[in-house]
């Protein structure tokens, strides 16, 4: 899993919600504080299992699905609160994503349809669009390293999830199947050198991550972020107009901030 500042996904730090444009990361997967010291060799039955699970979501041709998200915030006191949020997504190969994120004080969705991705933010009316690659892959590599923008549950959208899960783990722990909403699940853990994060695998034909949790060790407070994944449809309905952005009466057209406007 690549890291960012925050969230996970990019090696660069992520913008978040940054002047209404930067989505907050959504890519995926997650951890357990201390594990670093816990788990320092690589169990190939963890990565054995990643990898099963990776190869499913690659052989699918388009699917959905809808996470029930909790990020920690921690205060300069300490002190820290649960901040909830639900993300939609809608994925079809080569060339085509949609996701939609919704919080206590914000509405954000993100477009692409393969020649162009935009970011709007609802209640302000506003969006930014830029031209993007034909694949998904280029596209999500695209528009985190010009705008740092990461695109909610980014991981699992690249043609191989697995590539981007392990490339900076430096430890990984098969747990066993644990319950997940009275579902036993694979339960997987790995570190890296600022997140820890473990990731809960269905088991059986349909080999889907159903939940994520994702430690920021490093960072003060040790703030997590939570992800539990349900309603997986690999057969959905997605007409192409899904993917297409519909520019909404009076809204207003804004440029993406780079890395560089923040700095």
């Not at 098969?174 to 990731?199: C, M, S």
């Amino acid at each position: 899993m690549k890291e960012t500042s925050g969230h996970t996904a990019r090696s660069k730090p992520s913008l978040g919600w940054t002047w209404l444009i930067s989505l907050p990361m959504m890519t995926i997967l997650v951890s357990l504080a201390g594990l670093a010291q816990e788990v320092p060799d690589v169990d190939p039955q963890a990565k054995q299992i990643l990898r099963q699970m990776s190869d499913f979501l690659s052989s699918a041709s388009q699917f959905s699905f809808r996470a029930e998200v909790t990020e920690e915030e921690v205060f300069e006191s300490g002190s820290k609160i649960q901040v909830n949020s639900l993300v939609e997504i809608a994925m079809k190969r080569p060339g085509r994503f949609w996701a939609d994120v919704r919080d206590e004080h914000n509405h954000r969705r993100v477009f692409y349809d393969g020649t162009s991705i935009t970011v709007q933010t609802v209640p302000a009316n506003v969006y930014a669009t830029a031209p993007a690659p034909a694949q998904i892959d280029a596209t999500l590599d695209l528009v985190a390293d010009e705008y740092g923008v990461t695109v909610p549950m980014a991981d699992l959208l690249y043609s191989n999830p697995y590539e981007i899960l392990v490339e900076q783990i430096d430890g990984a722990l098969y747990a066993g199947k644990h319950r997940v909403n009275g579902e036993p699940l694979h339960h997987l853990a790995f570190t890296q050198e600022n997140i820890d994060w473990q990731i809960w695998v269905e088991d059986g034909r349909r080999m889907v991550p159903r939940k994520f949790v994702i430690t920021y060790k490093n960072e003060p407070g040790a703030p997590q972020y939570t992800a539990f994944l349900s309603d997986w449809d690999f057969s959905p309905h997605l007409p192409e107009q899904l993917f297409q952005f519909d520019k909404p009466l009076e809204a207003s057209q804004i440029d993406f901030l780079t890395p560089s406007d923040i700095e």
